[in-house]
């Protein structure tokens, strides 16, 4: 949004400099997240109750055995602090997704229900069927599956607020499910909605981890394709469809997470690197 | 005022004053209309002890109903945005961290001082998110408030979830309140609330010209003379107060502040002349509705205002919305 305003140059300079700073600050973004990434990922494996020298944690990922320190870095910390990237990734590039294909800022998982979808299912499997486990990772998949797809069913193609308001009315209904239950339900799976609800990386397995990666592997890929490609018809379709398949199931092992694809700005279509052909930049840079 | 405004402002005082009624009669005990004006008026009368209950549970979700939908009229119109809901920017997020807070570190279990709790919560989450929302560039734009009021809503929730994690008997108490319910409360709480909410009312509908002129645009509404600045504080003082006090009766009730307003918008038109006092009574007839509805679907047991207003008031707002009838603000 910088506001270029070359009196003197002639245009292919202007233009040429508008380009370069797009690609500069581009640039600095991804570097300077990246630091942030890698430093809060150091911090987490091996900061905390039990603290790990960052030697010693190059080693043991390395296949060295420290007793003690390797299970906990190995089937505690590391798997948390990948999950927890995983799921920032997901959810980071799910929001993405539906702002750029919607066309709406407002656009989010958590408020055109998803997230309220997968969140029902799963409270449904905790107090009324009582199950736990893989099950209410799968009820909740399904959830948000029922929920998207319910939306876009609705909406008829219509993508702008009208998609949104009957997300949110969805939503409110699906909320509502929530609360009912959560007044219905013993103290002990009260703690356990509520622990669910609350989104939690405690107790990962690796396994989660894998069903998580499975799940998005299509993700950017289909996100140029949605950037580029028509206004409307199939291929928005798809991308929004993978967008909330990620979003439902890195809900899963751990619960719904509130911000962080809010947190995260759309990527501008100039801004991934493997993309040289990515649309030009807008006359208003 | 159209006639189209007219004829739907005399369907809703019908609908209200039937929907009174019915939440006076229907409930697992069914009162005969004969026997209720008795067991109103005469204390020895056996039913008398329902017959009050009743009364006060329909007041107060008539009330709440009417405070709820004003307030999101009020908002809607001020922020220009139609997805704009009490529940959206914060309030209720706010009025329910103010309450888990209050219960969990100060041990208060008081009806009185839940909604002077509640209020002060809706009032702050309020002032934060306009607050955050005004420090961006543009200052604050519809969407940056909406934006800016889902990301106050998702700490705040957090916040709450982290408080009832650690406290199970906060827990306890708190997912009781969090439905939104209109039962078991007596008159007394309500006579905390009514004078807050008469000031809202009252303030909310002299705004009608702001918020008209407000329609238009920042810049049409300083050319007609508005300091839009003020105005929008002004609007939402009101809000704080409708909202904020019918979250502190009866709990987070979401949707009402939504559904009535578009509703009432598609089917009389925008000018707030006319939407301001139908969602008054639009809100009324949904809460009362809801309410009764809730009391015989499953017999033994009852469902909340709260919950019913979404299974009623979702697939309304639905059929509303695909049939292309929302008017953009």
């Not at chain 1, 590391?78 to 980071?92: I, Q």
């Not at chain 2, 017959?51 to 549970?57: E, G, H, Y």
């Not at chain 2, 009417?66 to 922020?79: D, K, M, R």
């Amino acid at each position: 949004m910088s506001t270029v305003t070359p009196t003197l140059d002639p245009p292919i300079v202007a233009v040429r400099s508008a380009r370069r700073r797009v690609a500069r600050r581009t640039a600095y973004a991804i570097t300077g997240l990246t630091v942030v990434w890698i430093a809060v990922f150091l911090v987490r494996i091996t900061q905390g109750d039990y603290l790990i020298s960052l030697p010693d944690a190059v080693r043991i990922i390395r296949g060295a055995e420290i007793p003690g320190a390797s299970y906990i870095l190995m089937e505690s910390k590391l798997p948390r602090a990948v999950l927890g990237t995983g799921v920032g990734v997901a959810l980071g590039l799910a929001g993405a997704i539906f702002q750029t294909t919607l066309r709406n800022e407002l656009a989010s998982p958590d408020i055109v229900g998803v997230t309220l979808g997968a969140s029902s299912a799963a409270v449904f499997g905790i107090v009324v069927l009582g199950q736990s486990g893989s099950v209410i990772s799968a009820l909740a998949v399904a959830g948000a599956l029922g929920v998207a797809l319910t939306v876009r069913a609705l909406a008829d193609g219509h993508n702008g607020y009208r998609l949104v308001l009957l997300g949110i009315g969805i939503s409110a209904v699906m909320s509502a499910v929530i609360q009912y239950l959560f007044t219905r339900v013993d103290e002990f799976n009260a703690t356990k909605v509520l622990q669910w609800l609350g989104g939690s990386l405690s107790n990962v397995e690796w396994r989660a981890i894998g069903s998580l990666l499975r799940a998005r592997r299509a993700g950017p890929g289909r996100h140029r394709l949605a950037v580029e490609g028509p206004a409307g018809g199939r291929t928005r379709r798809r991308p929004a469809c993978r967008s909330r398949r990620g979003a439902g199931v890195c809900r899963c092992p751990d619960g719904p997470r509130g911000h962080p694809r809010r947190d995260s700005p759309p990527p501008s279509p100039g801004r991934s690197p493997s993309s040289p052909s990515s649309p030009a930049p807008s006359p208003g840079r | 005022v159209t006639g189209r405004a007219s004829r739907l402002a005399i369907v809703l005082l019908v609908l209200a004053v039937v929907a009174s009624v019915c939440s006076l009669l229907i409930g697992s005990r069914w009162l005969a209309p004969a026997s209720l004006w008795s067991a109103l008026t005469d204390g020895s009368d056996p039913s008398a002890g329902i017959a009050q209950a009743r009364l006060d549970r329909t007041l107060l979700a008539a009330a709440v109903g009417a405070a709820l939908a004003l307030a999101g009229a009020l908002l809607q119109g001020v922020t220009r945005n139609p997805l704009a809901d009490p529940g959206i920017l914060g309030i209720n997020a706010g009025a329910s961290f103010a309450m888990v807070v209050a219960m969990a570190g100060f041990g208060i279990s008081d009806l009185g001082a839940y909604v002077a709790v509640a209020f002060l919560g809706a009032g702050l989450a309020l002032i934060l998110v306009h607050a955050v929302a005004a420090a961006g560039r543009d200052g604050a734009t519809p969407t940056t408030l909406a934006i800016c009021g889902a990301a106050v809503t998702a700490v705040l929730a957090s916040a709450t979830s982290a408080v009832l994690l650690l406290d199970r008997q906060t827990m306890e108490s708190f997912r009781f309140w969090q439905v939104g319910t209109v039962s078991g409360r007596d008159l007394s709480v309500l006579t905390i609330g009514a004078p807050f909410l008469a000031v809202g009312i009252v303030l909310g509908l002299l705004c009608i010209r702001l918020l008209d002129a407000a329609a238009l645009g920042d810049d049409l509404a300083r050319g007609l003379g508005r300091r839009v600045g003020r105005d929008r504080a002004v609007v939402a003082v009101a809000v704080v107060l409708l909202a904020g006090t019918a979250t502190a009766l009866a709990g987070p009730i979401a949707f009402v502040g939504l559904l009535v307003p578009h509703a009432v918008r598609a089917l009389a038109g925008p000018g707030h002349r006319t939407v301001l006092p139908l969602c008054l009574l639009g809100g009324a007839v949904l809460t009362l509705l809801a309410d009764t509805v809730g009391r015989v679907l499953l017999p033994p047991a009852e469902i909340q205002v709260g919950v019913m207003v979404a299974l009623i008031g979702g697939p309304a707002f639905v059929m509303l919305v695909r049939r292309g009838r929302t008017v953009a603000l």
